[in-house]
Every structure is written in structure tokens, then in C-alpha cells.
């Protein structure tokens, strides 16, 4: 079974920076990783989980939600089964719990719903102090 795990998170003054992992492995026959796509979604305390962007390995696009874009960066490292989420400009708003999770097969334009994911990893904490 596919396993995620998620690092990286930590506490950073308003507008740091944070390079979250996602190392991937499990992969069975049928799919690999660079078949797949990975998302990258976050939860913050009393609100719904919500998605911050979403690399496919399959395609070689990355897509953002409206809360990245122009902050956060998405890549890839096949070697390493590995996704990192470069987060830049950060801000209080940002404190919540990430996640990254499989897509397979990558569902492309409707990237964002959690539901279209297969695994999930643990998440990691990412707080942003003012």
C-alpha cells in the first residue's frame, strides 16, 4: 500500500520560509510514481480542509489554489519518490496542518476535492507566528 509521509513543518515568523516533503513509497504493479499526482492540501483548527496545489508527475503540470499562487512552489524529484512545497511569503493564515496526498489516476481539472485522493499521509504542523 502506498505510504506518505510528510516533513518539514515547523514555527516561522511572518514572512518566512518553509520547504515542506512528501516522500512517497508502496507503489504496486499498475501505478508508479510518476504516474500519479500529488496534492498538497491544509486544515486549520474549526475549518474545513482545504487545497493549497497539486503536481502531476504524469502530466508535467502543477496547478495552485488562489492562496498559492504567487507564494508557494511545487517539484518533483523522481529519483527520491519525493514532492516538496515551497512556501514563501508566509503568513499568519497560513498556520494549519498539511497534508499531501495520491491521486491515481490524476484527475487533472478537478485536482482541488479531497475526495479524488487515494492515500494520505500523517501531515505535518506548519505555524506562523506574528
Known amino acids: 500500500e502506498v505510504q506518505l509521509v510528510e516533513s518539514g513543518g515547523g514555527l516561522v515568523q511572518v514572512g518566512g520560509s518553509l520547504r515542506l516533503s512528501c516522500a512517497a513509497s508502496?507503489?504496486?504493479?499498475?501505478?508508479?510514481?510518476?504516474?500519479?499526482?500529488i496534492g498538497w492540501f491544509r486544515q486549520a483548527p474549526g475549518k474545513e480542509r482545504e487545497a493549497v496545489g497539486c503536481?502531476?508527475?504524469?502530466?508535467?503540470?502543477?496547478y495552485y489554489a488562489g492562496i498559492a499562487k504567487g507564494r508557494f512552489a511545487l517539484s518533483s524529484d523522481s529519483a527520491k519518490s519525493t514532492v516538496f512545497l515551497q512556501m514563501n511569503t508566509l503568513e499568519p493564515g497560513d498556520t494549519a496542518v498539511y497534508y499531501c496526498?495520491?491521486?491515481?489516476?490524476?484527475?487533472?481539472?478537478?485536482?482541488?476535492?479531497?475526495?479524488?485522493?487515494?492515500?494520505w499521509g500523517q501531515g505535518t504542523q506548519v505555524t506562523v507566528s506574528s
Open positions: 508502496g507503489f504496486a504493479s499498475g501505478f508508479t510514481f510518476d504516474e500519479v499526482a
Open positions: 496526498a495520491v491521486d491515481s489516476p490524476p484527475h487533472g481539472s478537478i485536482w482541488y476535492f479531497p475526495d479524488e485522493y487515494d492515500y
Open positions: 503536481i502531476s508527475n504524469s502530466e508535467g503540470t502543477t
